[in-house]
């Protein structure tokens, strides 16, 4: 199995994604990890909470992770995303990818990262003091 | 027809609820886009909205068939 | 402290290094993990030997890491790289960087580990099933 | 002038030893590789030779000082 998709309402381990996608001919491991910022727009963020749509999701992160082991040759794919209340800096995405050639695990990790932030039937909530918005919703 | 809406994030707020059953006079994804607008004009205001059956997106020409189950897909916003 | 350089004889750990670059106002932290190789040119490697100017590799790796934070605003840098003899699969390297958007981070990462790879006086050698040999030496 | 050569990797290979006390007639960093690849002949197929005086990159034109510590930097294969 070269792809590992997950959505978790437990916290993610980036070792668990480096490891898998571990290999004995890998040239090189890029990951991108995502997590909870503090403001939006210089507002104070308190916490997060992410909603999916989960067979879909799950459904679309395959794709990209297919998508990936096909354009970049890809030796191992990890998508992991978390559900739930989020605090400040806890982890809501990984991507870990691996392949023959550094350069290809750098360009696949953002592509992948940029298509699951477009097509992934995720949402977020940023909840703040004074109430609560759902990201990106409004223009 | 009658059609089983499921609604997430944004949708499910401005639904009220997070499954509706409604039996609409609409054969496609954009007519449905349309009455659903029109039915909850918040909808307008969104930045886009697609719709999902079969845990596929599906485009405006995309033909219902009646009772079925069509996801409100409003901006993501994952990662 | 916003940089953390180590060159170690021990295994190096991507939860240590993902940790100390999480910061509650990073839009995004991108890893490189380096990880050696089974082959080379197709002949089969049996292990790795890497060799350091430690002083002046930590003085390269300070610079690398100094240059990260100030063209791509990087909130944290990691940069740490074993040394003495690694078997298949282990981690030579791992570079983290947080910064505030998602597309620096990437960027700063690539960076960091193609200059490390140009500048950074640390010697590898390949151990063959019938001799060894130090690698990028000859033409 | 007298020179306290060190050497890394492939280099210390050629030298035969890690540290290595040399008188040479030269002055700059050039002069020192003239000198060098005229001893030990094998400097001459590496792919590049750099050296490095208190842990800095020293370049062609660089002024030796007696009794300097001069590393011997033969091409670096990190990461």
Redesign the interface.
């Known amino acids: 199995m070269r792809i590992d998709i997950k959505i978790s309402k437990d916290v993610l ?3 668990i994604c ?1 490891d898998f996608v ?14 909870v ?3 939006t727009n210089n507002k104070k963020v308190l916490r997060l909470e ?4 989960e ?3 799950v ?1 679309e992160m395959k794709k990209i992770a297919k998508a990936v082991v096909e354009k970049w040759d890809a030796q191992r794919v990890v998508i992991h ?1 978390r559900v739930g209340v989020l605090d ?2 806890e982890i ?2 990984i991507i870990a990818v691996s392949t023959p050639h ?2 290809a ?2 360009e696949a ?2 592509f992948a ?1 940029d298509t ?10 940023e909840i703040f003091e004074d109430g609560e918005v ?6 | 027809m009658k059609l089983n809406l499921v609604a997430f994030g944004i949708a499910k707020d401005i639904i009220g609820e997070k499954n509706l059953v409604v039996d609409y006079d609409v054969m496609s994804i954009a007519q449905l886009k349309e009455q659903l607008c029109k039915d909850f004009p918040e909808f307008e205001a969104l930045n886009s909205i697609s719709f999902a059956i079969n845990e596929e997106y599906r485009l405006d020409d995309f033909a219902l068939t009646a009772n079925d189950e069509v996801v409100i897909i409003p901006p993501v916003a994952g990662g």
């Open positions: 381990d980036p070792k480096s571990s290999h004995p001919s890998t040239g090189g491991i890029a990951l991108f990890i995502g997590t910022r503090n403001s992410f909603e999916a749509y067979s879909m999701a459904s995303h400040i800096e809501a995405v550094r350069k695990a750098f990790c953002e990262i699951l932030k477009q097509v992934v039937p995720i949402w977020k909530k759902w990201v990106a919703a409004h223009p």
